[in-house]
């Protein structure tokens, strides 16, 4: 599976050094809010791909 | 007609700030309550009162700001191509071009917002500041100082976003360069000769003060360079300026510290955060992403911590507080009054799955209620049925807590652990103490109240996460790098399936 570039669909004129996020840099970690929010506490997955898609459904009415 | 008018005006805003919301530490919430209307203010005046203080949020009330740019020297300026001030500019910003060759390019550079058209309705009828449709944009203030007009800009400049063509008040600007203005003004602006300035752009001699007076109070601004663009650097913008002025209680304007400023981490430590939504402050009883204001208005503190990143005299800034408790009373009640854009403004109501929609609603409530809060649907409700396709996806209450929690997730640490930077240096500030703010580093984020979380991607306090989709993927597998773009087409710019950036990586489609 095709993991980089993303943000592949962006036209060029978009794709400016400044809009540019990296997520390996200081400050811009993108770990967290996983762990015991959809996984136990050991670790497990507590949610399937369609209880994920059915809870995204539901924050789109929010 | 005009005066009648004013004079009803005067005396609602007399009449209608009869009572004040209890700003303390122990103020509490009632669940399934909030503060929308926080000055308890009736119906007609809640219309007038927030429709003034929209207007201090579009254009800047502060006319004792710290930094102005004279108004129309600058116009004249732009309508010179090629000329040596401008030579001068790039050479000190390093740059070939700006881009920027005219006022409204500057707007668009900076990343504002068009007001919206005069058929707009509901949350999007913003109001023209002058009763017509202005040709700058939301956030530019054009201020008639005591030097003439001068340039400066409001609240709405961070607080409000394009999304797909229509602007939003309240909603996290998502590509915004404030903090690189002050950074490129501080790189030219010392070098601006005067004479020069006023030969080429035909200034008053008040507004070269004017000038004079930008390049002074620039001294005593610290600025850095967001990591990219979304996020903000106001924070670190405060704790650096606080260091280049006196420890005194007024932080006095200080030669030596300026030239020598104290020594602060968040000069090199990052503490980028977006701009927070409006539509949650009704909910909340501390304030900013880590909650680390735990008393006093935030509206008062946002004015403080603005003015002090912009060089601002403190004494003028607390005597002009003081004289403009009701313009910052009607911009509280209009910033706690905003609401968020629903789906079904932008997409068709039957995109919405509802079976999906309520299978979703029982998992939210076993796993993320007791953080983010509850949110009664009007499906829910006795007369679900008569309701229409739109009307049934409407949420009708929310419970959230009765004091903001803070919780640690495991995000990134860096934004809540800047606040150490300078929370005692703006405790000791007597303006702090006469609003009553007081500043407590935390460690953690506010699980913050989900209202029109769909139009608030990139997620989290550091915009890192593109997608609902990716939040929901395993923080190794999530997306590791991006384009933060604006949101102009609904189409193009957006994936209305896992909400927020079009990505290649999608968990949910059966390649990933």
């Excluded at chain 1, 050094?17 to 770990?31: D, V």
């Excluded at chain 2, 919301?21 to 005046?45: A, C, F």
């Excluded at chain 2, 409000?160 to 003004?185: H, P, Q």
Aim: glycine residues 6%.
């Amino acid at each position: 599976m095709c993991r980089f570039p993303v943000g592949n669909k962006v036209p060029k004129k978009r794709r400016l050094k400044e809009a540019f996020f990296n997520t390996s840099k200081k400050g811009l970690r993108n770990t967290g809010h996983y762990r015991r929010i959809f996984t136990d506490k050991n670790g497990n997955e507590l949610l399937t791909k369609e209880n994920k898609k059915d809870l995204i459904m539901f924050l789109k009415t929010l | 007609m005009k005066k009648l008018i004013l004079l009803s005006l005067f005396m609602t805003s007399q009449m209608a700030f009869s009572y004040e919301p209890d700003w303390s530490r122990n103020t509490q919430i009632k669940p399934g309550d909030n503060r929308e209307n926080i000055y308890n203010l009736s119906e007609e005046e809640f219309q007038e009162i927030t429709q003034e203080g929209y207007k201090h949020a579009l254009v800047y009330p502060v006319t004792v700001s710290g930094l102005f740019i004279p108004y129309e020297p600058m116009v004249n300026f732009f309508k010179e191509k090629d000329n040596n001030l401008m030579k001068l500019i790039l050479s000190k910003i390093g740059e070939k071009t700006t881009g920027i060759d005219s006022v409204e390019s500057l707007y668009q550079w900076l990343g504002l917002n068009k007001y919206n058209d005069e058929d707009a309705i509901g949350i999007y009828r913003i109001p023209y500041p002058e009763g017509y449709k202005p040709d700058y944009y939301m956030g530019a203030s054009i201020v008639e100082t005591k030097w003439g007009k001068g340039l400066t800009f409001s609240c709405a400049t961070c607080h409000s976003a394009n999304l797909f063509g229509t602007s939003v008040m309240g909603l996290t600007n998502k590509v915004v360069k404030a903090n690189r203005l002050f950074d490129m003004a501080k790189k030219f602006v010392p070098f601006v000769p005067p004479k020069m300035f006023q030969n080429l752009t035909g200034a008053t001699d008040e507004e070269v003060e004017m000038l004079l007076r930008t390049k002074q109070n620039l001294k005593s601004v610290g600025v850095v360079k967001p990591q990219v663009l979304g996020l903000d650097t106001s924070l670190p913008q405060v704790a650096l300026s606080l260091a280049r002025r006196g420890k005194d209680e007024y932080a006095s304007k200080s030669k030596f510290y300026q030239t020598f400023p104290r020594q602060n981490i968040l000069s090199h430590e990052v503490a980028d955060s977006k701009p927070a939504v409006w539509w949650n402050l009704k909910y909340k009883t501390r304030w900013l992403s880590d909650g680390s204001i735990v008393a006093g208005n935030p509206i008062f503190t946002n004015f403080l911590w603005n003015e002090l990143g912009r060089g601002t005299d403190l004494r003028e800034l607390e005597q002009w507080m003081k004289d403009s408790q009701d313009t910052i009373r009607e911009l509280t009640a209009a910033a706690f009054s905003t609401k968020p854009p629903a789906w079904t403004d932008f997409f068709p109501a039957d995109s919405i799955n509802l079976a999906a929609a309520k299978r979703g609603e029982q998992i939210f409530k076993n796993r993320c209620q007791k953080c983010h809060g509850q949110y009664t649907k009007a499906w829910s409700t006795p007369n679900a049925e008569e309701l229409s396709q739109v009307d049934i996806l409407k949420t009708v209450n929310v419970k959230y807590h009765k004091v903001t929690p803070v919780k640690d997730v495991g995000t990134d640490p860096g934004r809540y652990e800047g606040t150490k930077a300078f929370a005692s240096a703006l405790n000791e500030l007597k303006i702090s103490k006469w609003m009553k703010t007081v500043v407590e580093p935390q460690k953690g984020y506010v699980p913050p109240p989900l209202d029109g979380i769909w139009s608030r991607y990139p997620y989290l306090h550091n915009n890192s996460i593109p997608t609902l989709c990716d939040l929901m993927t395993p923080p190794n597998k999530r997306t590791k790098t991006f384009y933060q773009i604006p949101a102009e087409s609904k189409t193009e710019d957006f994936d209305s399936e896992c909400v927020g950036f079009r990505l290649e990586i999608r968990f949910l489609r059966k390649d990933a």
